[in-house]
């Protein structure tokens, strides 16, 4: 049974930054393209960022592009999502997602592209 969990969440200040951590079991990952969303209580999960199987070109949502760093370890099976200059809009549930297979250019940022997902972490900015 393949299970995601995700850590490093929690309370921040604005500008602060945070490293999440998601670790993958009962499943190697160096087939899967790994993703992140966020969501936020009665709206719709919003695409993050997504790596492929071997980190090549990365892809980040429109809000997040330059502020936070997608990468995984897939020895470790592990992906993680660095995030800086943190604002209080990016409070949310943060998301660890995971594909069968890789996915390709256009089904990244669609949620239904990730078979697999964790519990989520939550991250609260304060003013």
């Known amino acids: 049974q393949t299970q995601l969990v995700e850590s490093g969440g929690g309370l921040v200040q604005t500008g602060d930054s945070l490293r999440l951590s998601c670790a993958v079991s009962?499943?190697?990952?160096?087939?899967?393209?790994m993703g992140w969303f966020r969501q936020v209580p009665g709206k719709e999960r919003v695409f993050v960022a997504a790596?492929?199987?071997?980190?090549?070109?990365?892809y980040y949502g429109d809000s997040f592009q330059g502020r936070f760093t997608i990468s995984r370890d897939n020895a470790e099976n592990t992906v993680y999502l660095q995030m800086t200059t943190l604002k209080p809009e990016d409070t949310a549930r943060y998301y660890c997602?995971?594909?069968?297979?890789?996915?390709?250019?256009?089904?990244?940022?669609?949620?239904?592209?990730?078979?697999?997902w964790g519990r989520g972490t939550q991250v609260t900015v304060a003013s």
């Open positions: 997602a995971a594909s069968r297979r890789n996915l390709i250019s256009g089904e990244y940022t669609e949620a239904v592209s990730f078979e697999f």
């Open positions: 790596i492929p199987w071997n980190s090549g070109t990365k």
């Open positions: 009962g499943r190697a990952v160096t087939s899967s393209t």
